[in-house]
């Protein structure tokens, strides 16, 4: 599969930004999917992730409430939808991949074998 990100942009404090994430392929819903960011001298961070069936999705502690993840089989795209965004959540955001129909989402780089070019997003104070 590959995958495409975008959406990312500059946004104010409290603002909001939404990420797409285009796939190729027929298998779209054989994958389950997150997104994961990349701050300027920090290590790549998961955000949040749903399953193959939308049925289960996880956030990190920090996004909790404020981002929304979402996917449409149909249309092979997942999206992040970023409210009341803040300043540190400036970062390099990616869209990945992982083979799964399983219900568990995954929320370490290494379960994730298909990765996008990332989208920035810059979040002035």
């Known amino acids: 599969v590959q995958l495409q990100a975008s959406g990312g942009g500059l946004a104010q404090a409290g603002g909001s930004l939404r990420l797409s994430c285009a796939a190729s392929?027929?298998?779209?819903?054989?994958?389950?999917m997150g997104w994961f960011r990349q701050a300027a001298g920090k290590e790549r961070e998961f955000v949040a992730g749903?399953?193959?069936?939308?049925?289960?999705?996880d956030y990190a502690d920090s996004v909790k409430g404020r981002f929304t993840i979402s996917r449409d089989n149909a249309k092979n795209t997942v999206h992040l939808q970023m409210n009341s965004l803040k300043p540190e959540d400036t970062a390099v955001y990616y869209c990945?991949?992982?083979?799964?129909?399983?219900?568990?989402?995954?929320?370490?780089?290494?379960?994730?074998?298909?990765w996008g070019r990332g989208t920035l997003v810059t979040v002035s104070s």
């Open positions: 749903i399953s193959w069936s939308s049925g289960n999705t």
């Open positions: 990945a991949a992982r083979l799964s129909v399983g219900t568990v989402v995954r929320t370490t780089t290494t379960n994730y074998p298909y």
């Open positions: 392929g027929r298998t779209f819903n054989s994958y389950a």
